[in-house]
């Protein structure tokens, strides 16, 4: 918003009223979407990768008691 033209010298509430009374309250929300679908996206393949790696190291390799850590896995 800070690079579109009639925004560049008010504050955040005047952008605030002037999105409110030129696009309505949907205007407060435009652009939401992507941020919101691209985060979705990351979040899954980062649990997917997470479980897969940990599932992948659940051997009895990986459940081997580190010495002097008083049990720690």
Known sequence: ?????????SGMFK???KT?????IIGLYRGCIPP???SGI???TQFA?????YTF??????R??????????
């Open 15 to 17: 952008s605030f009223v």
């Open 1 to 9: 918003m800070q690079a579109q033209p009639g925004f560049e010298s």
């Open 64 to 73: 081997s008691e580190l010495p002097l850590t008083g049990g720690l896995q």
């Open 57 to 62: 190291l659940d051997t009895p390799f990986g």
């Open 36 to 38: 919101l679908w691209g």
């Open 42 to 44: 990351y979040r899954s």
């Open 20 to 24: 409110l009374r030129t696009q309505g």
């Open 49 to 53: 990768v997470f479980e897969a790696g």
